[in-house]
T-cell receptor, first 119, second 110 residues
C-alpha cells in the first residue's frame, strides 16, 4: 500500500525559504505511470495546487507561485521535495504531498504538515 | 486559467437525505479530467470520483458524479453520518498544464 509522508520545519521566518520533503513507501517515484504533486491549504480555507513533477524531472507549477517554487525528485531516496522562497504569512498552512495519476487525480495523499511563517 | 465555482457553499441536511453539490467551470472542461474529493476535519482529502463519474477504489455506490462541459454534479444518494464533510471538485487543464480546485462545499448535519 502506497504511503506518503511529509517532513520539514514547522516554522519558517518571513522572507526565508520553506523546504519540505515527501518520502514515498510501498511504491516508487520512478514509476512511469504516475506524477507527484504538492498541494497546500491555508488555515480554514480551501485547497491550492502548488506543482507537479514526473520522475524524469519535468515540472509544472501554479502560475501564481511559479517565480518562487521549485520541486525536485530524488529517485535514489524515493523522495520528492518542495522549495518555496521569499515566504510571507500568506504561505502559512498545511502542505500535502500526493501521487497523481494523469486523468484520475491525486490519490493517495500524505497526512499533511503544518508550516507556519512567523518571526 | 479555469476557475471552478462550487455551490452551495454549505448544505444542511439530515442523515438519509440526498445531497446534490454543483461545480461550475468558467470554461469547458474535459469530462476526463474532473474529479471530486472528500475532506473531513483534521484529515487529508480523499479521492472520491474521477473522470466525472468513476468511483475511486473503495468508494460506496451512494456517491455518484455526472455532468459535462461547464456543469458537474456530485450526488450522495442517502447521507450516512460519516459523509458530513467538505467536498472539493478539481479539474486538469492542459494549456498550460495546471490542476485547479473549487473553493469547497460543506455538507453539515441539520
Amino acid at each position: 500500500q502506497l504511503q506518503l509522508q511529509e517532513s520539514g520545519p514547522g516554522l519558517v521566518r518571513p522572507s526565508e525559504t520553506l523546504s519540505l520533503t515527501c518520502t514515498v513507501s510501498g511504491g516508487s517515484v520512478s514509476s512511469s505511470s504516475y506524477y507527484w504533486g504538492w498541494i497546500r491549504q491555508p488555515p480554514g480555507k480551501g485547497l491550492e495546487w502548488i506543482g507537479t513533477i514526473y520522475y524524469s524531472g519535468s515540472t509544472y507549477y501554479n502560475s501564481s507561485l511559479k517565480s518562487r517554487v521549485a520541486i525536485s525528485i530524488d529517485t535514489s531516496k524515493n523522495q520528492f521535495s518542495l522549495k518555496l522562497s521569499s515566504v510571507t504569512a500568506a504561505d502559512t498552512g498545511v502542505y500535502y504531498c500526493a501521487r497523481l495519476a494523469w486523468g484520475v487525480g491525486f490519490d493517495p495523499w500524505g497526512q499533511g504538515t503544518l508550516v507556519t511563517v512567523s518571526s | 486559467e479555469i476557475v471552478l465555482t462550487q455551490s452551495p457553499g454549505t448544505l444542511s441536511l439530515s442523515p438519509g437525505e440526498r445531497a446534490t453539490l454543483s461545480c461550475r467551470a468558467s470554461q469547458s472542461v474535459s469530462s476526463r479530467f474532473l474529479a471530486w474529493y472528500q475532506q473531513k476535519p483534521g484529515q487529508a482529502p480523499r479521492l472520491l470520483i474521477y473522470e466525472t463519474s468513476t468511483r475511486a477504489t473503495g468508494i460506496p455506490d451512494r456517491f455518484s458524479g455526472s455532468g459535462s462541459g461547464t456543469d458537474f454534479t456530485l450526488t450522495i444518494s442517502r447521507l450516512e453520518p460519516e459523509d458530513f464533510a467538505v467536498y472539493y471538485c478539481q479539474q486538469y487543464g492542459s494549456s498550460p498544464p495546471a490542476w485547479t480546485f473549487g473553493q469547497g462545499a460543506k455538507v453539515e448535519i441539520k
